[in-house]
């Protein structure tokens, strides 16, 4: 427990400092603050698998591996960074469903999600509507992803209303998935629509909170 709330507590602080550098364009320092706050919800996952094994901490744990891969990635300003994140993040994704699907039957994800399901769906199409004609030749994988992580937060939110995980590790986990949702729109609004500074200063926060609740949501 308390190894987990020092990676917690160093994935906030190196979050701060990644924010920083991005303010001042510090190109080093946004690499290194970028990895350990990576890092640290990977090493939340890791303790959690070490505490117990099961599918779920399994497959979950391998999503986080991917979202600390993808981060890596991004870490590149070009268009082939971009894709390779955005692969990462996608299999991190598919990890995700699979991991929830251990305990959380898909047969149920929509009734269990009930009407929270269209907050993702809403969000989805609405994004893909503002975006479609800034895609290029990037449209067909960015679909095969907004697709996947709309899957994936149903089952987070069906996983939680359905009280598959005890609580507070359910509502860790509809609501991680829920703020990984939101930093994608950030990352969205950053390639697609025009880099700004605005877009790192929220969305970093948010995905970096988000992964650690999933991580969390581990046990």
């Known amino acids: ?28 320092l946004r690499i290194a603050a970028k990895l350990v706050a990576s890092a640290a919800f990977v090493t939340i996952g890791a303790l959690a698998l070490a505490g117990g094994s099961s599918a779920f901490t399994r497959w979950m744990f391998g999503g986080l591996v991917l979202g ?4 890596a990635a991004l870490l590149g300003r070009s268009k082939r960074a971009f894709l390779a994140g955005l692969v990462a993040f996608l299999l991190g994704h598919l990890a995700y469903v699979v991991g929830i699907a ?3 039957p898909v047969e149920r994800w929509y009734a269990d999600a009930g009407l929270t399901a269209l907050l993702p769906l809403g969000a989805g199409a609405l994004a893909l509507a503002v975006l479609w004609r800034r895609l290029g030749s990037l449209r067909v994988p960015v679909i095969l992803y ?14 939680n209303r359905g009280h598959a995980l005890p609580w507070p590790r359910c509502l860790y986990l509809g609501v991680g998935a829920t703020l990984f949702f939101a930093s994608d729109l950030a990352v969205a609004r950053d390639r697609f629509v025009g880099r700004a500074f605005s877009n790192k200063l929220w969305g ?11 991580a969390w949501a581990l046990g």
């Open 1 to 28: 427990m308390l190894l987990s709330v020092v990676a917690a507590i160093g994935c906030g602080v190196a979050c701060g400092v990644l924010v920083f550098a991005e303010s001042r364009g510090l190109a080093r």
């Open 68 to 71: 600390a891969i993808g981060d």
């Open 146 to 159: 907004v697709a996947t992580i709309i899957t994936m937060v149903i089952a987070a939110l069906a996983a």
């Open 102 to 104: 251990q305990i959380e």
């Open 204 to 214: 970093l926060p948010v995905y970096y909170a988000g992964q650690l609740l999933i």
